[in-house]
């Protein structure tokens, strides 16, 4: 009869996680320095290179979309301009830097950074959802009022259906950050330093399978 034999947990800390937080907790500090410095070097590529050959040789040379370098380079234009947001991290950073943020945010978190107050990215990424939906919903009301107007019965589908679109897009941004949140309680829980995780997520190589993993968990159903 055969012997089943139980091996013990190991117990010699092969894996040290502290030294794995240590690394990482040092890399944050450059993390969106070489974001913004990425960012410089894709701007002086592509100036250089010839017109439409740009996206061809990103491919070529780190197999990046055109949204990935593109990421790069509006963080870099963005600390240009606000030298002090090199202070945030990475996530903040690309969200401040995205073309539908509205430029009156943007303007009001530089304000408070350079008056020393403490930016969060949760809050500023709500204001951000807030502000998008207003305009949105002021845009919708303008078209309906063109559409009643002109009794452009096509015009008044296609608000609809933008209207249902809208309304669909919000549910799920909800849905994604009550579920994000939880994951975050829930590795926290187990010891996880989420926060210095998502600092520097954008700026490694793995950074889209870690992407990709932490939005595929934040779409699911989080049971706790």
Known sequence: MNEVTIIPPRTDHAIDLHGVADRIRARIADATENIIAIGQDLITAREM????????????????????????IAAAELAKRFPTVGNLQAKTIYLLAAKTTPQAIVT???ADIDAGKPIK??????????????AWLSRRKQRRSEAMANRDKSALREAAREAKAAKEQLAWERKRDASEAKIIALLEGKGVD???????????????????????MAEATVPL
């Open 194 to 216: 989420v926060a210095a995780v998502l600092a520097i997520e954008d700026d490694l190589k793995i950074s889209g399978i870690i992407r990709q993993a932490f939005e595929t």
């Open 121 to 134: 990215h949760g809050e500023i990424a709500a204001r951000v959802r807030d502000e998008r939906q207003a």
């Open 108 to 110: 009001e978190v530089v």
């Open 49 to 72: 290179i010839p017109h439409g050959a740009f996206l061809p040789w990103l491919e070529e040379q780190f197999h990046w979309s055109r949204s990935t370098a593109y990421n790069f």
